[in-house]
Each structure stands twice: as structure tokens, then as C-alpha cells.
């Protein structure tokens, strides 16, 4: 395990309570968004996101913090899920560790909101050098309520293709719906956002209400 890997790792436990806090997690921490006054409001946020859309994955609510913490540290999926599986291995928990896997983040990213630019990268056709459709053209297929099937008839593609990139677009879609509040509550969180002193604090307050008053919300597209 790398040193970063350990890092999610540690706050995971840290956040379940399995253990206590390492000095290292304390020497670490006092950055701009600190993570214990962050920790919190991330829970909050998690929370509020499951009560409105429900979880795909049988993560708790401190694993789907871990999650959205990898991803604005830029952790690969398979980090993250190696780090969720060592905390995992501590207990409290009915997951089993073995079935937490890169994919099982990748889900647990897009229930989030947190898309990465890597997941709308539809990947070139076997047959070609081009990608095996536009991923532009699925999402707006999708947006139009087609289904899987329907989307892979109009784009003459594999349907389990189709269908891994429709999951991707209707996290996109339904982002846009909420005016993207959760992704950008998440990203004022967990990141500097080229706000200084008091003000993160305050950005972080107002986008974490915006984001949990807008969950009996349905913004149309």
C-alpha cells in the first residue's frame, strides 16, 4: 500500500470509529480544508444525497465520505477500494471487504455526482480507431428516456458498452438537474477552490445548505 493509499485508508478508520487517530493523520492535517472541521459536513452531504437518490453500493455513509475524498485527491479507483477494503478488515461493518472493488467505487463515485472526464471516454471500437460511438449522442438518447436497448439499436453498439456509459450520463444528467450543487458542495469541501482564511469556511457552509435544501427539489433540465 502507498503512502496515499494509507492516508484514505487511516480516515476511513478514523471516520468509523475502528480505531484511533494515528500521529501521522494529526501531523498531517491543517490544511486550508481541514479535514476534522470538513468531516462532518461531508457526512452531512453524503447523507442528505442518499435520503434524495439512494446508493447503488452497500457502502455506509463514512466509506462514501472516503470516496469523494480519493476523488478530489486524485486516487484511482483501485486505491480507493484498497483503502476502503484494509478498513473494512477492522469490522463494524456487514461489507464484506473482498467484494469492494474498483468498480464498486466507480458506482459509488457516479452515486456522488463525481464524474471524472475519464468516464465519458468511450473506448474505440475493436473493429476501428474510433471510439465505439459519442458519448454526447448516448446522453442525449438517455436524456430522452430511451433504454439501454433502444440506445444501442441507435448507435448499432454492444449493449453491455451502452450500458456502462449510460450509467455515466445519467449521473451528468441528474448533476444538471440539481444545478450541479452536489458536485460543487464536495469539490468546496475537499479542495482550496482559490478561497482563503474564513472564507472556505463560509463556502463550505453555503454550499453544503443549498445542497441538502434542494434535496425535496427537482430542478428540470
Known sequence: MDEKTAELRDLFVDATGSETVTERQEAERGTLVDRDDASEELRDLVAAMRERYGFSTPLDDAAYALVARGRFESEDDA???????????????????????????????????LVRESDREVDVDENSEDPAFEYADLKRLTAAGNSIVECAEELDAQPDVVARYAAVARTDIASTRANDRFRDAFRDLLTDADIEGSLASDAREDGLREATEDIETDVSL
Do not use: F, N, Q, S
Not at 483503502?83 to 466507480?106: F, I, K, N, S, Y
Open 79 to 113: 486505491a480507493i477500494a484498497a483503502a476502503l477494503r484494509d478498513g473494512l478488515e477492522d469490522g463494524g461493518t456487514d461489507v464484506d471487504p473482498d467484494e469492494v472493488d474498483a468498480e464498486t467505487v466507480r458506482k459509488a463515485r457516479l452515486d456522488l455526482h
